[in-house]
């Protein structure tokens, strides 16, 4: 499966200007990808108090989405402000290239931002199957938590995170990734925004595809505005685990 990673500044809370700007970027990798990964409200950046920018799953953002996934016969993941049931969600999303749409909502809040105050919390992960892959993605802040993303007897072979991570924590994105990979034996995928927001928080990227060693396959220079695409292979996981049984000897649990 080849997997295109797009790090790249957010215009703040302007959802036209940023559907324009990534519309314009996917046309440019439409044959060259099978899935593409933005940034967390890829549409509006960290815009927590903004609850008028959330849009229902009738809306622009989900329709733009699944326009760009069937043209281009691509997927999308990444996440955006959702309206549900007169709740506001941090929604990621994974779009198919038949227009099908999988969603969940970021489980963990970042409340030292005060997303807690305006957003409802998930109760549920998502794992996709899609081009041979079980693909599991979650948002930012769940990076921190091991229990929420623990790959248990090897349900996905892609755990994907989609993020706003600011500049003066980004040592702890860097190793929080490989850890994940490491301890869940999988592919890591981290795609993260650059730019300072309306906000003046710092953002400078470090998106990165690492393997299931922790192994980088793709690595993006500190705030560097760009496009890479790597393919990846699930029959070498498959041979890793199976020799390095690890997941075998994992502590059962359950999540509350």
Known sequence: ?????????????????????????????????????????????????????????????????????????????????????????????????????????????????????????????????????NICVLVCYDLRFPVWSRNVNNEYDLLIYVANFPQRRIADWDILLKARAIENQTYVCGVNRIGTDNLGIEYNGHSALLDFKATPLLSFLTNESTIQTKEIFLEPLQQYRNKFAVWRDADEFEIK
């Open 1 to 133: 499966m080849r997997i295109t990673l797009f790090q790249d500044e957010i215009f703040w809370a302007d959802k036209a200007a940023n559907l324009q700007k990534v519309g314009k970027q996917i046309a440019l990798v439409d044959d060259q990808t099978d899935l593409i990964v933005l940034p967390e409200m890829f549409t509006t950046g960290f815009c927590t108090n903004r609850l008028e920018l959330a849009e229902t799953m009738e809306g622009e953002t989900v329709q733009t989405l699944k326009y760009w996934a069937v043209k281009y016969q691509l997927a999308i993941t990444g996440s955006f402000i959702a309206l549900d049931n007169e709740k506001v969600y941090n929604r990621a999303f994974f779009v198919f290239p038949t227009g099908e749409m999988v969603t969940t909502d970021k489980r963990h809040l970042f409340s030292v931002g005060g997303e807690h105050s305006y957003f409802t919390a998930g109760d549920k992960r998502m794992i996709v199957n899609y081009c041979g892959f």
